[in-house]
């Protein structure tokens, strides 16, 4: 069973940038996607970009398109998300995720392999 762990949160002030990191435990060809999801307080959890094991286009949620960058090192079995341009409400506890289904990479729903998460604040 492979286990995912996120590292890189921590404060910043708006407009701000952080790079957060996921570190699988064995190699990702035992999937087909993996994403980021974030859930802020009082919120549902909510996918915010994914990418295929297979290539093509990362997708992201419209509130970050532009601003945030997904990537993957499949050799150091490692995802990557840049968070540029950062706003208060982008503050949440930010999970990486594995699916092993080509299916809609911003559904939680859909990913069944979770990280414990690391906390993104972004103070005014």
């Known amino acids: 069973q492979v286990q995912l762990l996120e590292s890189g949160g921590g404060s910043v002030q708006a407009g701000g940038s952080l790079a957060i990191s996921c570190v699988a435990s064995?190699?990702?060809?035992?999937?087909?996607?993996m994403g980021w999801f974030r859930q802020a307080l009082g919120k549902e959890r909510e996918g915010v970009a994914g990418i295929s094991m297979f290539g093509g286009r990362p997708v992201y949620a419209d509130s970050v398109k532009g601003r945030f960058t997904i990537s993957h090192d499949n050799t150091k079995n490692t995802v990557r998300l840049q968070m540029d341009s950062l706003k208060p409400e982008d503050t949440a506890m930010y999970y990486c995720?594995?699916?092993?289904?080509?299916?809609?990479?911003?559904?939680?729903?859909?990913?069944?392999?979770w990280g414990q998460g690391t906390q993104v604040t972004v103070s005014s």
């Open positions: 995720a594995a699916t092993g289904l080509i299916t809609d990479f911003l559904d939680p729903a859909k990913f069944s392999v």
């Open positions: 064995k190699n990702w060809a035992y999937y087909a996607g």
